[in-house]
């Protein structure tokens, strides 16, 4: 059967960018997947890798389903399933979402390195509580000694493991009084910058970013010599580890940090109007634990006037409380954070999973239960795999935490939207009696509301249930500077561009690719809207879906914040789990995702354009294994 996939105009270039792989794994020249290789192979894997079981008819509907861009799995499982990479490390291959507390001083910050060199976003919590357990740093500390021959003390092994112990043997100098304060290491066995990277793929970054980063987190600890880190050195570490992963040839590093909302240096840590803030503390979104807004510190409300960043709202105590508003028959008491997009709670050392349902595109309630059904099952199976780390296995197989998302909430009918408050009911029936059927735990949460960035270009509806930037824009897209698609975007008339770093320096691995992007007319757009009337829309599905939290990035208008505050004193302790807000003009952010034009602008950039709908690929020459622009290190 034949079916029509239904891609935005530039649904297609981030489809090949982001999840097609290679045809054949072991020839770097061959062709990548088109859309119905993938969904095949996925649908494959299904049933070979999990063990989801499904029968032909069932494996059909999901196919149509795929196909058709009415649901899908996470972005990760476009990537990793049928790989030899999930049969090798199981359940962390397939995780979105984790996260962990920094109450210990070795083993959060190399567990959270090694989740971030395997893709996954990474939240911490990093509030004075929790890190006051920490013990003093060693007074005789230093930094390792990095020397170029086989006789140091440690050889670094060329892999990610390797770097994760490299990391973990610096930290236990530091802080471990049964080790010695400091060490020798050589990365003679490290591939040199460029190398082919086998397993994940992409190539190597070379040692150099990986030393790079071991020297300023040493550097950090020296100055904490015979004091406790304070939050914000552990913040600046997991920052500087994220720089690393992101070096080592990982094109992201999702990170949140959750603090305290009266430490002062924590709130001014994104406060690049200032001055002399370190780059890296771009790595994270950083929000405050807080349940009552008469908390905050005045700081707090700075990042709102548009000075450095804003911080987002962590409602720990309504998020362990209930599922979704008004409902306490799943509790969540372990929870300690959320993932980096904010849209799922976790307890520490937990991960996740997710995927997607684009609503405008359902055509029935009975449709949408069943797409939602079968990505359940996905899910489900992919929360019984082992892991390589034994604490999150404990955890993930207890709560069996999962993420179904919509999509294009606000491009939706009104029909459409109504459907969603029964779908849950019906879902959480369909979990206790599958759940009891194959002998797992009930899932403590099964659904939410994530950001859904690249996954809702797809087809180009709205993201989450954030409205459309404006009717016409600017979608920028990175992509690795060494990967064959930037020359294709080039030869079609879309401008090219290094990435910009927050400091003005110029990243040379990455490239910004600049697309023009319409809505359809009568789409929803956030001009139409105040800040106040999309808050309302993260609490109605906090109410008939999200039994997680609902991550929306709030646009408002400086003149708005007397009204959102007034909103929060009211709302905000009893409806909200979390909250993200950015200025919807004036961010400062350069090369923002997205930028407001008009229809001329809009028309005239198309008019220099032409659209990629194919891809002659026997013209590429050798270029990046990695297609999906985000490849951990091994």
């Known amino acids: 059967m034949t079916y029509n996939t239904p891609f935005s105009t530039v649904g297609y270039i981030t489809y090949k960018r982001t999840y097609a792989r ?131 003390d440690f050889i670094v092994p060329d892999s990610r493991e390797g770097w994760v112990k490299l990391l973990g043997k610096t930290l236990k100098a530091a802080f471990l009084a049964d080790t010695k304060p400091t060490f020798s290491y050589s990365t003679v066995l490290v591939r040199g910058r460029g190398a082919p990277i086998k397993g994940f793929g992409g190539t190597a970054s070379g040692p150099e970013d990986l030393c790079d980063g071991i020297a300023k987190i040493s550097n950090i600890l020296e100055k ?84 450095g960043e804003p911080y987002g709202l962590i409602n720990l105590k309504l998020s362990r409380k209930i ?64 892991c390589h780390l034994k604490e999150t296995e404990d955890i993930v197989h207890k709560n069996m935490r999962m993420g179904i998302g919509v999509t294009g909430v606000l491009q939706a009918t009104d029909d459409q939207r109504s459907w969603l408050n029964d779908t849950y009911r019906r879902l959480r029936e369909f979990d206790f009696k599958y759940s009891h059927q194959h002998g797992f735990p009930e899932s403590v949460k099964l659904t939410t509301v994530k950001p859904s960035g690249t996954l809702s270009l797809l087809p180009g509806v709205t993201s989450g249930c954030h409205p459309a930037y404006s009717q016409y824009m600017i979608r920028r897209i990175r992509i690795a500077a060494d990967h064959p698609l930037v020359q294709v975007c080039r030869e079609h008339g879309y401008p090219v561009e290094y990435q910009r770093n927050f400091d003005g320096s110029e990243d040379h691995s990455t490239m910004v690719v600049s697309f023009p992007f319409a809505y359809p007319a009568g789409t929803k757009i956030a001009e139409e809207m105040t800040a106040i009337d999309q808050l309302e829309v993260v609490k109605w599905l906090q109410a008939n879906w999200s039994d997680n939290s609902v991550s929306c990035t709030v646009y408002y208008r400086k003149e708005e914040l007397p009204e959102i505050k007034k909103y929060l004193a009211k709302n905000y302790k009893n409806n909200h789990k979390s909250l993200s807000f950015l200025l919807h003009n004036e961010h400062g952010f350069k090369q923002a995702p997205l930028e407001e034009i008009t229809k001329e602008q809009y028309d005239e950039l198309v008019a220099n354009t032409s659209l990629i709908t194919s891809i002659d690929e026997a013209s590429f020459e050798g270029g990046d294994e990695c297609a999906s622009g985000a490849c951990p290190v091994k």
């Open 22 to 152: 290679r045809l054949n794994e072991a020839d770097p020249k061959s062709a990548t997947e088109e859309f119905t290789d993938t969904v095949e192979r996925v649908i494959k894997a299904a049933n070979d890798q999990l063990g989801c079981g499904f029968d032909a008819d069932e494996q059909e509907r999901l196919r149509k389903y795929l196909m058709e861009l009415k649901g899908t799995v996470a972005g990760r499982f476009l990537w990793q399933m049928g790989t030899d990479t999930v049969g090798r490390l199981g359940l962390a291959s397939l995780q979105n979402c984790a996260f962990t507390v920094i109450d210990q001083p070795v083993r959060p910050f190399t567990w959270a390195m090694d989740l971030l060199m395997l893709g996954s976003g990474v939240g911490y919590n990093i509030q004075r509580q929790y890190v006051d357990k920490l013990p003093p740093v060693n007074a005789n500390f230093s930094a390792p000694t990095r020397i170029n021959t086989a006789d140091a």
């Open 224 to 307: 904490r010599a015979g004091k406790k880190l304070r939050p914000i050195d552990c913040l600046d570490i997991m920052n500087i580890i994220g720089s690393i992963v992101v070096a080592g040839n990982v094109r992201r590093s999702a990170q949140i940090a959750i603090g305290d909302p009266d430490d002062v240096e924590y709130l001014l840590a994104k406060r690049w109007d200032m001055g002399n803030i370190p780059s890296w503390r771009a790595m994270s979104n950083n929000s405050v634990v807080c349940s009552d807004i008469k908390d905050l510190h005045e700081y707090f409300w700075d990042g709102y006037e548009g000075k």
């Open 323 to 386: 599922g979704r508003l008004g409902e306490t028959d799943y509790p969540d008491p372990d929870v300690m954070g959320y993932n980096p997009c904010a849209e799922q709670s976790l307890a520490a050392y937990e991960t996740c999973c997710l995927a997607e349902v684009y609503l405008p595109n359902i055509e029935s309630k009975e449709q949408l239960l069943d797409v939602c059904k079968l990505l359940y099952r996905i899910n489900k199976h992919s929360l019984a795999l082992p």
